[in-house]
């Protein structure tokens, strides 16, 4: 059974910084992309970042530079570093999982609130 848990959300102030992680269990991790996404309050989900098996990285274009996705195939985790937050930056993320085998893979969410 896969299994992918978020951890590392919580309140922030804005400008703050945060680092969330993935932590895969039941799949060959090595081989997996691996991504974040995001959703707002009455928005739809939105890709935030992904990061390939050979360590490929991609970001929504309004987030570059503000994230940085990284893996530890070792750890089997992905991490999400997070800097210069601000109150949109508000969301519940989740972590997706897209394995070898083309199936994808949802955890259940870690909650990011950035405000004052």
């Known amino acids: 059974q896969v299994q992918l848990v978020e951890s590392g959300g919580g309140l922030v102030q804005p400008g703050g910084s945060l680092r969330l992680s993935c932590a895969a269990s039941g799949i060959t991790f090595s081989r997996a992309i691996i991504a974040w996404y995001r959703q707002a309050p009455g928005k739809e989900r939105e890709m935030v970042a992904s990061i390939n098996s050979g360590g490929r990285t991609t970001y929504a274009d309004s987030l570059k530079g503000q994230f940085t996705i990284s893996r530890d195939n070792a750890k089997a985790t992905v991490y999400l570093q997070m800097n210069s937050l601000g109150p949109e930056d508000t969301a519940v993320y989740y972590c997706?999982?897209?394995?070898?085998?083309?199936?994808?893979?949802w955890g259940q969410g870690t909650q990011v609130t950035v405000s004052s």
């Open positions: 997706n999982a897209l394995s070898m085998w083309g199936q994808a893979y």
